[in-house]
T-cell receptor, first 112, second 111 residues
């Protein structure tokens, strides 16, 4: 199994909703990442988990809350988002911090 | 500061060779990655350079010169499916989780 999976593929939510994005990998990778990508822009790092511990938070607003329940799963909990948070949210994983990252297909999020 | 520069757009013809350049100024360096991203899809890993020189992988090659802060991705025998954005990303220091991405080069291949 050499892939990173993400659910859902698409999500539309209102500004008062609470939703979660899920990411899973079964490659035994010990580092997992959340990125946000706007159209025609490169991915922007949001959070990094290394060995299930949060190692980087790129000053992301608290309306985004990451969670790593185990070494294969990474969640991103969303609450009270703004329309400008609409973007493609990408999850990635790597064997360890010095290795290449493999990306999931992303969740296309629209906040109305 | 951290800065990675790539051309915004390039065009080429099917069957040709194209070279996509990337220059970087970062506070540290521990590796440079190239990713391919088709519109609306996730980036896929293409190559990794940490030492100077050329890495070849089939139709794709990547070159690095650390002293010049410069890399290029060479695509040979271009195919229509190579139309995509190509992202250069630098890891600033050893044992860091963070990649710094360039803005990407959108390549269009014409028949």
């Amino acid at each position: 199994d050499t892939e990173v999976t993400q659910t859902p593929k698409h999500l539309v939510m209102g500004m008062t909703n609470k939703k979660s994005l899920k990411c899973e990998q079964h490659m035994g990778h010990r580092a997992m990442y959340w990125y946000k990508q706007k159209a025609k822009k490169p991915p922007e790092l949001m959070f990094v988990y290394s060995y299930e511990k949060l190692s980087i938070n790129e000053s992301v607003p608290s309306r985004f809350s990451p969670e790593c329940p185990n070494s294969s799963l990474l969640n991103l909990h969303l609450h009270a988002l703004q329309p400008e948070d609409s973007a493609l949210y990408l999850c990635a994983s790597s064997q360890d911090r010095n290795y290449e990252q493999y990306f999931g297909p992303g969740t296309r999020l629209t906040v109305t | 500061g951290q800065n990675i520069d790539q051309p915004t757009e390039m065009t080429a013809t099917e069957g040709a060779i194209v070279q996509i350049n990337c220059t970087y100024q970062t506070s540290g360096f521990n590796g440079l990655f190239w990713y391919q991203q088709h519109a609306g899809e996730a980036p896929t890993f293409l190559s990794y350079n940490v030492l100077d020189g050329l890495e070849e992988k089939g139709r794709f090659s990547s070159f690095l010169s650390r002293s010049k802060g410069y890399s290029y991705l060479l695509l040979k025998e271009l195919q229509m499916k190579d139309s995509a954005s190509y992202l250069c990303a630098v890891r600033g220091s050893y044992n860091t989780d963070k990649l710094i991405f360039g803005t990407g080069t959108r390549l269009q291949v014409f028949p």
